[in-house]
């Protein structure tokens, strides 16, 4: 914005120019009647006084046309009254071009300019006839000012008013293009003051906030136009605050909820030209719901390939240990069956007379019989096993399993609940593979529950509609199981020992284990995580310590969900090379 | 000695073949012969012509399928029977296979008993133990 010129100092400078050079027309008049005299030094006195007042008044009040305004009328009238007292030789002529330029000056419009001359027109014939000189022999003379007085006002009267008229057109083109610019963006656009009182609205934000001229927005506050979310307003009335504060520039974003829409915000002090101070603060806001959504589509991918990675990781290193496995187990074995040749040979040649030879036999042999187990299960990750997908009767694969578990069941005093929800329900699986999963879960469970006070085992089966993605544990974030499709549940759930966050998170991995050296290799949960896997289902846990842990299996329905994940694995198995 | 069983054990491990030697014969039945490697294997179950043989899968100059496919090639030993003895399978695979059978060939997994091997022996060649 373009700084105004200081009007106190202009206006001090003009006027003491006037009353200079009208002092010097009165002090020096050489017609000035004595008895006038008074009058001449009263208006100096009145001049210099007003002119003094002047330099006292604050410069903001100038700008105040009022004012402004008031000291040139001051001025229209004492000029011309001086000139008249000053009685000097064409003085009336003097006086005359100054009303005609004064005249045309504040006159806004023709018809006005040419009342006020007629008018003024009269006051001087008056004039001349109180001097006496209408009568006289220069009577003509006088009374030919008129008609020029006249000529002179039309002729300044239609330059300037013409020029007055092009510069309002300059103006209101100006106004006019600020206005369509403003109405023509897509943004929403106010000026509010400091107590968030609105000065001004595009036709936007009016629309936007249900108002359809912006007229019917003048005088509201922001906090009743947005009256419907009264924290948003609050927020917008608080940056509006430190706009005026910082005197700068503020940027937020923001979230509407009536309208789901997200808005960058932009509030810009307008500032006072000849001050600097913030006057009012224009709110520019820019919706940008759309770059927000591909923010969080970015981000949901960003998420989705970090899960991926992590998953192919996971896969990659079983790959590898599977690799490993094979070597491991081929690099073993072959020791492994000479030291059992070798008993068989000790065996055959020793007199059996020393039982404490045979028990160290028998403790040779033993310690042979748990690396060759261990050997199995680390093979059990890469070998490519023949497998048969069928629909299994859920219910009496979990009783022949419990079966199985009878004697160790027994053994640690479990006692067992059973809730089906209903006797019919079929999982698509490999039975004996499945076997092997729920064997596993509840010899883990029999076990966790030795110390306990305690000891029922609970398993429950059901089938699930899903409602949610998500896994509570273990490390493969799959697509097995999609919102809305069904799913079977087998909880194996305990009342033992429980586990800690920590330990949770690693009971797939390969070789984690909380048991002693001879209970387990800390193999078997990692072989369930995968077991499960290739049957195209999932693995979860819940666990408190010393109240229980409970595996929650998901398997699927039907066999043509599993069906397309073997032929995935197949695929895998043959690029590990083994 | 002449109804005792011939036996040819092929396999790099050394100490496996002599094991294998000392169990086999101290049953009585067998007479084994041994080599180490399958080029060796070759040769000696031509000049021997043993009633089986026992056949590691993984060997350093020859792979033991290469050895079998050259065995069944010659005239001499193209029916002498197969056992393969392998450190990559599991027992358990090959129990729940339809055969213990990998080609035309048999197939046993590393750790091997004396007795089952035997067993196997002798079922193989239909002979009661």
Not at chain 1, 475 to 491: L, M, S, W
Request: charged fraction near 25%.
């Amino acid at each position: 914005m373009a700084t105004q010129i200081p009007r106190k100092r202009t206006i001090f400078f003009i006027r003491l120019m006037v009353v200079i050079t009208t002092a010097y027309f009165i002090l020096l008049s050489p017609v000035a009647g004595k008895e006038l005299e008074i009058y001449g030094y009263i208006f100096i006195a009145v001049y210099l006084m007003t002119n003094l007042i002047v330099a006292y008044i604050p410069e903001k009040y100038f700008h105040d046309n009022r004012i402004f305004y008031g000291f040139i009328l001051c001025d229209s009238i004492l000029l011309p009254a001086g000139i008249y007292f000053s009685g000097y030789i064409g003085s009336d002529l003097y006086l005359m071009f100054f009303f005609i330029i004064s005249l045309t000056t504040m006159s806004s419009r023709f018809g006005y300019l040419m009342i006020n001359t007629f008018l003024f027109c009269l006051i001087y014939l008056w004039l001349l006839h109180e001097k006496g000189v209408l009568t006289g022999p220069k009577a003509g003379a006088y009374l030919i000012q008129i008609p020029f007085i006249i000529v002179i006002a039309i002729f300044y009267g239609y330059l300037i008013t013409t020029r007055l008229k092009d510069k309002d057109m300059r103006i209101n083109e100006v106004r006019q293009r600020y206005e369509q610019v403003v109405q023509a963006t897509d943004v929403l656009m106010s000026i509010v003051d400091r107590d968030g009182k609105l000065k001004f609205a595009n036709d936007i934000f009016a629309r936007f906030y249900g108002y359809h001229e912006d007229k019917r927005l003048a005088g509201l506050t922001i906090a009743q136009v947005n009256a419907e979310d009264a924290s948003e307003a609050d927020k917008l009335l608080d940056y509006v605050q430190s706009v005026y504060q910082k005197n700068d520039m503020v940027r937020y974003e923001s979230y509407n909820k009536k309208h789901n829409l997200w808005f960058a915000n932009t509030l810009g002090p307008i500032r006072d030209p000849s001050t600097g101070d913030v006057l009012d603060v224009c709110v520019i806001s820019k919706d940008i719901t759309d770059r927000i959504e591909k923010e969080k589509k970015l981000n949901n991918t960003v998420e989705l390939l970090i899960k991926t990675r992590d998953q192919l990781i996971q896969q990659d290193k079983m790959a590898a240990l599977g690799r490993m496995a094979s070597g491991i187990a081929h690099e073993i074995r072959n020791p492994l069956e000479i030291i059992y040749m070798g008993i068989d040979y000790l065996e055959n040649n020793i007199a059996h007379q020393d039982p404490q030879i045979d028990g160290s036999i028998e403790k040779i042999y033993k310690a042979a019989n748990r690396a060759d187990n261990i050997i199995n299960n680390i093979l059990s990750f890469s070998r490519k096993s023949e497998y048969k997908i069928t629909q299994i009767p859920v219910c009496q694969l979990l009783d022949n399993t419990l079966v199985l578990a009878n004697q160790a069941l027994h053994k640690g005093h479990v006692t067992v609940k059973r809730e089906y929800e209903t006797e019919s329900l079929e999982a698509a699986g490999d039975y004996n593979m499945l076997e092997q999963v729920f064997l596993n879960l509840i010899n883990n469970a029999i076990d966790a529950m030795k110390e306990s006070t305690e000891k029922r085992l609970t398993i429950r089966a059901s089938g699930k509609i899903i409602s949610e993605i998500g896994y509570k544990t273990g490390y493969r974030y799959t697509d097995f199981f999609r919102i809305g499709e069904k799913k079977i549940v087998v909880e194996i759930s305990d009342t033992g020992k429980g586990m800690s966050k920590d330990v949770q998170s690693k009971i797939f991995e390969p070789f984690f284990t909380t048991k002693s050296v001879n209970e387990g290799t800390g193999l078997g949960l990692s072989i369930v995580h995968m077991i499960i896997e290739r049957l195209s289902g999932t693995i979860d846990v819940t666990s408190e310590e010393n109240k229980g842990t409970t595996f929650y299996v998901n398997i699927q329905p039907q066999i043509k969900k599993v069906v397309a994940e073997e032929g995935q694995y197949d695929k895998s198995d043959q690029s590990s090379g083994y | 000695m002449t109804n005792q069983i011939k036996v040819l054990a092929i396999d790099d491990e050394v100490d496996f073949c002599y094991f294998i030697k000392k169990n086999l014969t101290q049953s009585g039945l067998f007479d084994v012969v041994v080599a180490n490697n399958g080029a060796d294997g070759i040769k000696l179950a031509r000049k021997e012509k043993p009633d089986i043989i026992l056949l590691d899968l993984f060997m350093p100059d020859i792979p033991g399928e290469d050895v079998a496919a050259e065995l069944k090639d010659h005239p001499a030993t193209a029916d002498i029977p197969i056992l393969y003895i392998t450190a990559l399978a599991s027992n358990d695979e090959i129990v729940e296979g339809e055969s213990n059978k990998m080609g035309d060939n048999y197939i046993m997994a590393k750790p091997v008993r004396t007795k089952k091997l035997i067993e196997t022996i002798m079922k193989i060649l239909g002979q009661s133990y």
